[in-house]
């Protein structure tokens, strides 16, 4: 069964760090590239990020870039995301999510909520 | 990265179909073949439940169904049944120089 658990969200202040990290189980994980999809409170899922199997490849959405970064650690079937200079509107459940070539698939994990106030 | 365009909302009656719209660009739904649709119910996680446009990941009612024509994709739910209020979220494959997703605005369908 696939296994998605995220962890290292909590309370931080604005332009604060964190670094999110997601256990990923039940499958092979260094055959699939990852994402980070984020869901604020009241509002729809918004790609965060994506990591491709290999890690070369690494993309964010315009809202993250500069101040996000994404990796993972096939040695411990483990994706990150490291968040820096963190604002109000980060605010939001952060899900790791397993890609499939040219969409988000329906593996997602429970979330791990990210608030950012003062 | 703009959000896709989905109604803010849409409704029907038990057994009766609602068809959900999904706009955005040649540079996302029109351009690729890799749309998909998400339901949510509250408190929940987003489920995938239709992918490339079309294709339904296994455990799926058929009642659920995609299409797209031109930059417009659309989920139809045949034969409405209670548990099927729910949000749907519709996301696209975006291309171009800086690849990634879109997800949709969100449209919450209400069963009368």
């Known amino acids: 069964e696939v296994q998605l658990v995220e962890s290292g969200g909590g309370l931080v202040q604005p332009g604060g760090s964190l670094r999110l990290s997601c256990a990923a189980s039940g499958f092979t994980f260094s055959n699939y590239a990852m994402n980070w999809v984020r869901q604020a409170p009241g509002k729809g899922p918004e790609w965060v990020s994506y990591?491709?199997?290999?890690?070369?490849?690494?993309y964010y959405a315009d809202s993250v870039k500069g101040r996000f970064t994404i990796s993972r650690d096939d040695a411990k079937n483990s994706l990150f995301l490291q968040m820096n200079s963190l604002r109000a509107e980060d605010t939001a459940v952060y899900y790791c999510?397993?890609?499939?070539?040219?969409?988000?698939?329906?593996?997602w994990g429970q979330g791990t909520l990210v608030s950012v106030s003062s | 990265q703009s959000a896709l365009t989905q109604p803010p909302s849409a409704s029907g009656s038990p057994g009766q179909s609602v068809t959900i719209s999904c706009t955005g660009t040649s540079n996302d739904v029109g351009g690729y073949g890799y749309v998909s649709w998400f339901q949510q119910h509250p408190g929940k996680v987003p489920k995938l439940i239709i992918y490339?446009?079309?294709k339904r990941p296994s455990g799926v009612p058929d009642r659920f169904s995609g299409s797209r024509s031109g930059n417009t994709a659309s989920l139809t739910v045949s034969g409405l049944q209670a548990e099927d209020e729910a949000d749907y979220y519709c996301s696209s494959y975006v291309g171009g120089n800086n690849p990634g997703y879109v997800f949709g605005t969100g449209t919450k369908v209400t069963v009368l």
């Open positions: 490339e446009v079309s």
């Open positions: 999510a397993r890609d499939s070539s040219g969409y988000v698939t329906g593996y």
């Open positions: 990591i491709s199997r290999t890690g070369e490849s690494v």
